[in-house]
């Protein structure tokens, strides 16, 4: 039976350091479903549908990969999609407690899926969506730390 991995997260937007967590975890699953969920102590920048976009472009030619959403548990749409796990990156030690908590909890809300992390690319250590926006924001560079399309809709965004 072919090991499907849900990997869950905000995505507002994808970066590079997501890429290289989907890409390697092909390594090790057969089908990964990028699953945009609700993170409620996050406000959004982008919509939905224009994260969903973001990552359809980022991934375009991207194999055995599929583009989702879900409102509700993450538990439950694993569930639903019959995923053997979660996939999540971890960066450094400030992402420990974080991830612990929420695989811990995952865990207990359905036992039978398990979370799988890895370690984050040593080139992405230091970056995530949150200090990408606010560099972009100011008008920091940001090449290379985000897909094109990324870079091109967080500049159209500040633009104003
Ligand atoms: O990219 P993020 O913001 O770190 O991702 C967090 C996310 C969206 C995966 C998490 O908040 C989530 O799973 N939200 C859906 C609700 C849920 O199942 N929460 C975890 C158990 S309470």
Same mark, same amino acid.
């Given at each position: 039976? *072919?090991? $499907?991995?849900?990997? *869950?997260?905000?995505?507002?937007?994808? $970066?590079?350091?997501? #890429?290289?967590?989907?890409?390697?975890?092909?390594?090790? +699953?057969?089908?990964?479903?990028?699953?945009?969920?609700?993170? *409620?102590?996050?406000?959004?920048? +982008?919509?939905?549908?224009?994260?969903?976009?973001?990552?359809?472009?980022?991934?375009?030619?991207? /194999?055995? #990969?599929?583009?989702?959403?879900?409102?509700?548990?993450?538990?439950?749409?694993?569930?639903?999609?019959?995923?053997?796990?979660?996939?999540?990156?971890?960066?450094?030690?400030?992402?420990?407690?974080?991830?612990? /908590?929420?695989?811990?909890?995952?865990?207990?809300?359905?036992?039978?899926?398990?979370?799988?992390?890895?370690? $984050?690319?040593?080139?992405?250590?230091?970056?995530? %969506?949150?200090? #990408?926006?606010?560099?972009?924001? +100011?008008?920091?560079? #940001?090449?290379?730390?985000?897909?094109?399309?990324?870079? /091109?809709?967080?500049?159209?965004?500040?633009? %104003?």
């Amino acid at each position: 039976m *072919p090991k $499907t991995a849900i990997y *869950p997260g905000s995505f507002d937007p994808v $970066t590079n350091g997501h #890429i290289d967590i989907i890409t390697r975890g092909l390594k090790l +699953f057969d089908h990964i479903i990028v699953c945009i969920l609700n993170n *409620p102590s996050k406000q959004a920048l +982008f919509s939905v549908e224009e994260r969903m976009e973001m990552l359809r472009k980022s991934l375009n030619g991207v /194999q055995k #990969i599929e583009i989702a959403t879900h409102d509700g548990l993450l538990v439950d749409y694993a569930v639903k999609r019959k995923a053997h796990a979660i996939l999540r990156g971890m960066r450094a030690v400030s992402d420990f407690e974080y991830e612990f /908590q929420m695989a811990l909890m995952n865990r207990r809300l359905n036992r039978d899926i398990q979370t799988v992390f890895l370690m $984050t690319g040593l080139r992405w250590i230091f970056t995530s %969506s949150s200090i #990408i926006k606010e560099a972009a924001r +100011f008008g920091g560079n #940001i090449n290379g730390m985000v897909p094109k399309v990324v870079q /091109q809709k967080l500049n159209a965004k500040f633009a %104003s």
